[in-house]
């Protein structure tokens, strides 16, 4: 029943990148997806970036700011707010795949803001059998995610944010394999991140432009009892770069937004043309225990085949993303963006389209997936985001006690 669950194991591991669509049959020397674990970490949570393509390192800050760039709650407006994120993911291939996120911040100060945030991803049933004669027993594994920001005006424009994350991971839903309990791996990761932006004046209105960083999850490996089990966390480099244009007034505004993001994982090894198997079996055996501080360095230089360095595989390592918002008064809000992976990393394209409504306390955010690759499961994938302004609360109560007080003479 081993086989089965290392079998089981690494569908888990590999899914949620590599179930990409592939429109055609891979070499395994071509289509070399970079493998980590808990890649849950990895997936947009909420409808407003979700609806731009997935930029989210330089636009302006939101409620949701804890997975793009943390730093960027330094600048946020308001003294403080919440959301709350759904995802339906991979509807396409099962319906029980889903990913919940809540985020909420607090400005200690104008110049200094605490955020905190919650992921959960619950893989649904997953049925484990002995044999194809065994009836088996049914699995509900499940990851997740608490972490806590801090970040900080430094200078004029200027701001950074660190994050610290604790993840949880049980592929097994408590249930023991041969008898013997597996237990679920965690992790410990941080964030580091920097946002710098400017005012831009314009004789027809005000405008912005806007820069960000933000280096996710660096942290231990994730493991589920010996060191061939463990995986890599989906560290991860994410740059953006955003500019906001007025549109004859103050009242209409569009921001255009880019983002180029990179794992900081090495590829796992495959085997060479000319590669002995004893020589790939020590660099597997090298990967296996590769720790993240080094994989990081090799994650710019390796090569899974151990070919010879090519800097254009490199660059396909790379994902692009970007995005437009429509906003008229920061009350209606539309959106249009474009993710783009090459087809040798997992082969993610699609359009993405999305809408805003913003009031006095309440924020409401949908967007939707339009695969632009054949059979892709992300296809047709809707985001659902609800926020709570503080501020916006707060005011309200006031205003309802005023109404209800005596009048004063």
């Not at 396409?92 to 100060?109: E, N, P, Q, R, W």
């Not at 041969?178 to 941080?190: E, F, Q």
């Not at 314009?202 to 960083?213: D, I, L, N, V, W």
């Not at 007025?246 to 569009?254: A, K, R, S």
Request: hydrophobic content about 40%; overall charge neutral.
């Amino acid at each position: 029943m081993k086989k089965y669950f290392k079998i089981f194991l690494t569908l888990l591991l590999v899914f949620p990148l590599s179930a990409n669509a592939q429109d055609e049959p891979q070499k395994e020397n071509i289509y070399t997806p970079i493998v980590t674990g808990v890649s849950f970490l990895t997936v947009a949570p909420d409808a407003r970036c979700g609806g731009m393509g997935d930029t989210g390192g330089s636009t302006t800050p939101d409620e949701n700011s804890q997975f793009w760039n943390p730093s960027k709650y330094a600048f946020i407006d308001g003294v403080g707010g919440a959301s709350i994120s759904y995802v339906p993911w991979l509807r396409k291939l099962v319906s029980d795949i889903d990913l919940i996120s809540a985020t909420g911040f607090y400005k200690i100060k104008d110049v200094q803001t605490v955020a905190l945030g919650f992921r959960f991803f619950s893989i649904g049933n997953v049925l484990i059998k002995k044999d194809p004669e065994d009836p088996g027993y049914n699995v509900k594994p499940y990851d997740l995610a608490v972490d806590a920001s801090y970040s900080r005006i430094l200078a004029k424009g200027f701001s950074m944010g660190v994050a610290l994350r604790f993840i949880w991971s049980d592929l097994t839903g408590g249930h023991s394999v041969d008898g013997n309990y597996l237990k679920p791996g965690w992790s410990i990761a941080a964030d580091i991140s920097g946002f710098y932006t400017k005012d831009v004046n314009f004789s027809f209105g005000k405008g912005s432009g806007s820069f960000g960083f933000n280096i996710s999850n660096i942290g231990k490996k994730i493991d589920y009892g010996d060191y061939k089990s463990a995986a890599f966390v989906p560290t991860n480099l994410r740059l953006g770069g955003s500019f906001k244009l007025p549109l004859g007034n103050d009242y209409n505004h569009m921001s255009f937004n880019v983002d180029i993001n990179k794992l900081l994982v090495p590829a796992r090894p495959i085997q060479g043309d000319n590669e002995s198997l004893e020589d790939y079996n020590k660099r597997l055996d090298d990967y296996y225990k590769m720790d993240p501080i080094t994989g990081i360095g090799m994650s710019f230089v390796d090569m899974p085949d151990n070919s010879k360095f090519d800097f254009g595989y490199k660059i396909k390592q790379l994902n692009f993303s970007i995005g437009i918002e429509y906003d008229y008064k920061n009350m209606f809000l539309a959106r249009m963006g474009y993710f783009n992976e090459a087809k040798e990393m997992g082969n993610r394209k699609y359009l993405t389209f999305g809408a805003g409504f913003r009031l006095n306390v309440v924020i409401l955010d949908v967007a939707y997936v339009l695969s632009v690759a054949k059979n892709n499961p992300l296809d047709q994938t809707l985001r659902f985001t609800l926020g709570f302004n503080m501020a916006g609360i707060h005011n309200l109560v006031k205003n309802d006690v005023n109404d209800n007080s005596e009048p004063v003479y």
